[in-house]
Structure formats: structure tokens, C-alpha cells
């Protein structure tokens, strides 16, 4: 199974989405496509990702969104992080795809290729 934290807003999470939809057709797995801001992921889930990416906390954060200036997260520590990703989803990173026990934030979508292999 495989699953996709997608922004439909988003022209690079829509081009990851048709990759792993194509993909998953391919491979006859199911799909799961979670628009995040509609369905924030809470701490617990944002932890298990964050595991699973295998990256630190603040690679998950969009530092360029008006919301992390807002909430003066240069200097947080990584549960501030976490914590403003719960409360602010619009801060994730996307698109993340999730497959078993690894993930990938898949900017550029390009890099879907290898990770999905």
C-alpha cells in the first residue's frame, strides 16, 4: 500500500500524484491519497513520518509559508516543529509518499522514480 500527503493546490504534489497513481496501477497496489490540510496529520502520525522519512524535523517544515515567520519558528526545537506542523498543516512539506516503513518527500517529483523504484 501507498500513501500520498497531497495538496491538490499544488502543481508538483498533482505531478507526484500522477506518478504514484501510475505506479500503483502498475504494480496492482492500492493508493491511499490524503489531502493533509483537509486531514492534519496529529503529533503522534507527524512522528511516524518524520521516522519514516528518516530526515530531521525542520526538513519536514515549509520555511517560506507566511505561517512560519508568523510563528517565529527559525530557532524551534524539533517538538515546536511538530507541534506547528499539527497545528499549521499548511507547514508540511509536499507531497510525501509513504510506502511500508519508508517515505519520501517528493520534491522534486522526479524523485519518485527511485523510490518507487
Do not use: W
Not at 70 to 91: M, T, W, Y
Amino acid at each position: 500500500m501507498i500513501t500520498i500527503y497531497h495538496n491538490p493546490r499544488c502543481s508538483k504534489s498533482r505531478e507526484a500524484l500522477a506518478q504514484v497513481q501510475a505506479h500503483a496501477e502498475r504494480v496492482g497496489t492500492s493508493l491511499t491519497v490524503v489531502d493533509y490540510q483537509k486531514t492534519p496529520l496529529d503529533l503522534a502520525q507527524l512522528r511516524e513520518l518524520q521516522a519514516k522519512l528518516g530526515v530531521p524535523v525542520r526538513e519536514m517544515v515549509r520555511t517560506g509559508e507566511d505561517a512560519y515567520a508568523e510563528l517565529q519558528l527559525n530557532d524551534a526545537d524539533d517538538d515546536a516543529l511538530l507541534a506547528a506542523l499539527a497545528a499549521h498543516p499548511i507547514l508540511l512539506q509536499r507531497p510525501v509518499v509513504v510506502s511500508g516503513e519508508r517515505a519520501l518527500i517528493a520534491r522534486p517529483p522526479a524523485d519518485l522514480n527511485v523510490f518507487l523504484g
